[in-house]
Nanobody
C-alpha cells in the first residue's frame, strides 16, 4: 500500500504549512504512521511518528517544538503541521506505515514509497 502526501508549497522562513497523508482502500487508524523527508542531495530521514494505539508521538530533534503530527480517523488522514519553517526544512516529504523501534532514526517503512510533497522554504 502506498500512502500519498500532499499540502506542500513554497513559503518564506517563519511561515507554516500543513501536510496531509491519505490512502485509498487502507484504514490508517489501525497502523503507526510516520513522516519522512528527503532534501536535495541528502538521504531520506525520519521526521515524526504517531502510534495507532495510544496516541503516542515521537519527533526527530529538528522537528521538536516546531512540527506536530496528528490523526483524523474520520477523514482517514494523518497530518504534519509545520511551524517556524527554515530554509533547511526544504525537502520532499513522504508518509509511510512503519515498523517502530523506538526512534524516528530507526523506524522502518513498509513497502514502496508513495507520492511525496515538496516543501520549499526560501526568502
Amino acid at each position: 500500500v502506498q500512502l500519498q502526501a500532499s499540502g506542500g508549497g513554497s513559503v518564506q522562513p517563519g511561515e507554516s504549512l500543513r501536510l496531509s497523508c491519505t490512502a485509498s482502500n487502507f484504514q490508517l487508524e489501525y497502523y503507526p504512521i510516520a513522516w519522512f523527508r528527503q532534501a536535495p542531495g541528502k538521504e531520506r530521514e525520519g521526521v515524526s511518528w504517531i502510534s495507532n494505539s495510544d496516541g503516542s508521538r515521537s519527533y526527530a530533534d529538528f522537528a521538536k517544538g516546531r512540527f506536530t503530527t496528528s490523526r483524523d480517523n474520520a477523514k482517514n488522514t494523518i497530518y504534519l503541521q509545520l511551524h517556524s519553517l527554515k530554509p533547511e526544512d526544504t525537502a520532499v516529504y513522504f508518509c509511510a506505515r512503519v515498523e517502530w523501534f523506538g526512534s524516528t532514526a530507526t523506524m522502518r517503512p513498509y513497502g514502496s514509497w508513495g507520492q511525496g510533497t515538496l516543501v520549499t522554504v526560501s526568502s
